[in-house]
């Protein structure tokens, strides 16, 4: 009976072939950082090609790094006036890989300007204003919100570029430096989100904003984050979701400020940078 046995009724043999983990492929550690030639103000993005998540160091400090698709990496490093120009160590470290390389940010003159702010207008501000301003710029959230390009928040000429240096009521403010661009759109015109992402501050000057007015700040994930000040009317609320150009309120004159105006400013890991960048490319 056995030797009377169709052929398709034989049983069949599989033969499995197992490979090694240590033969599976994996790819080289690779870095590349843009823009080419940075200057003060800018933002550097440092880009890693792994196999696993990579850390990041740049002059001894470890940065936030997030994934941007399969096996690839971004870190983002932030540079302000008030930070020496030059060389700087970039340390990327990805399983038993490391690569040891610098970083080059050009120098740039930012120029003076005098205010003069009006008796009312010249407060010290208030410890509960600044510390809410101090934990929405502390915040690195790892879900990337915005898409594309940063816009304009309003249609106003620009008044005050980022980075200028200022005497205030004829004394030299030796720390500061212009923490954004402003617009002088006329009081009442819409003031509009520059990306899309959520509402994480809203503080109004009857609250004890003395400085920055009625303020929205938004998170757009992974350490950028925009500010809005001086405003006249607000019109969303913290915790809230809004797209790019929706409209969150209106340009005003609160707060230390000398007439209707938009400070519009860009964080990027705590550190303000000039927006510039982020409105030609928006590094996707």
Request: some cysteine; glycine content about 10%.
């Amino acid at each position: 009976m056995r030797d009377r046995l169709l052929p398709w009724l034989v049983p069949a043999i599989v033969t499995l072939t197992v490979v090694p983990a240590s033969s599976q492929v994996t790819i080289p550690l690779t870095v590349t950082v843009s823009p080419d030639r940075a200057t003060l103000g800018d933002t550097l993005a440092i880009v890693v090609n792994a196999a696993e998540q990579p850390t990041v160091e740049v002059a001894g400090k470890a940065l936030p790094v997030f994934s941007i698709g399969p096996q690839q990496w971004r870190a983002f490093v932030a540079t302000t006036p008030l930070q020496p120009a030059g060389r700087r160590s970039l340390v990327v470290r990805a399983g038993n890989e490391t690569r040891n390389m610098f970083l080059w940010v050009g120098d740039r003159s930012f120029p003076v300007q005098r205010i003069w702010l009006p008796p009312g207008k010249d407060s010290s501000g208030t410890d509960f204003e600044f510390d809410r301003v101090e934990a929405f710029k502390a915040l690195v959230t790892p879900e990337k919100l915005w898409r594309g390009a940063f816009r304009r928040p309003n249609s106003g000429p620009v008044t005050t570029p980022y980075g200028v240096r200022r005497y205030y009521n004829g004394v030299f403010a030796r720390d500061y430096f212009h923490r954004g661009v402003d617009y002088a759109g006329p009081k009442g015109s819409p003031v509009v989100a520059a990306q899309r992402g959520r509402v994480a501050l809203v503080g109004r000057e009857s609250q004890g904003f003395l400085i920055h007015g009625n303020t929205v700040g938004i998170d757009h994930g992974q350490g950028v984050l925009t500010i809005y000040l001086h405003l006249d009317q607000i019109r969303v609320q913290e915790g809230q979701m809004v797209e790019a150009g929706q409209v969150i309120g209106t340009v005003g004159n609160t707060g230390a400020s000398t007439g209707p105006h938009l400070h519009w400013g860009l964080y990027v890991n705590g550190e303000c940078v000039d927006p510039r960048s982020w409105l030609d490319q928006g590094w996707q």
